[in-house]
């Protein structure tokens, strides 16, 4: 079984910059598209960004659009970031990373998306 495991969090200033990374024990995101989603207290899991295949453009929530950007390590299969710019109080949260399969790509469901990592906490302070 594959495993992902997130890192990168941790406290930060409304404003600041930060990139999450995300590394996979095997190489699933060869033939997988990498994903980020967020956990908020007291909500539900909510899509963030899903990138696809080398030339595809990735999809974004309406809420980070401009401000974070999902990339991967073209010479590395099982690494895959989320830089984020700007954060806001409201992206305090526990960021997952996950994955789903092609013929997925588009859905923002999170039943859509697995295997998952165990989250990494990213608390912004006003």
């Known amino acids: 079984q594959v495993h992902l495991v997130e890192s990168g969090g941790g406290f930060v200033q409304a404003g600041d910059s930060v990139r999450l990374s995300c590394v996979a024990s095997?190489?699933?995101?060869?033939?997988?598209?990498p994903a980020w989603f967020r956990q908020a207290p007291g909500k539900e899991r909510e899509f963030v960004a899903v990138?696809?295949?080398?030339?595809?453009?990735?999809?974004y929530a309406d809420s980070v659009k401009g401000r974070f950007t999902i990339s991967r390590d073209d010479a590395n299969d099982t690494v895959v970031y989320l830089q984020k710019n700007n954060l806001k109080p409201t992206g305090t949260a526990l960021y997952y990373c996950?994955?789903?399969?092609?013929?997925?790509?588009?859905?923002?469901?999170?039943?859509?998306?697995?295997?998952w990592g165990q989250g990494n906490q990213v608390t912004v302070s006003s």
């Open positions: 095997g190489r699933i995101f060869s033939d997988t598209l």
């Open positions: 990138i696809g295949w080398r030339d595809a453009t990735p999809l």
């Open positions: 996950t994955a789903t399969s092609v013929s997925e790509f588009g859905s923002t469901s999170a039943r859509d998306f697995g295997p």
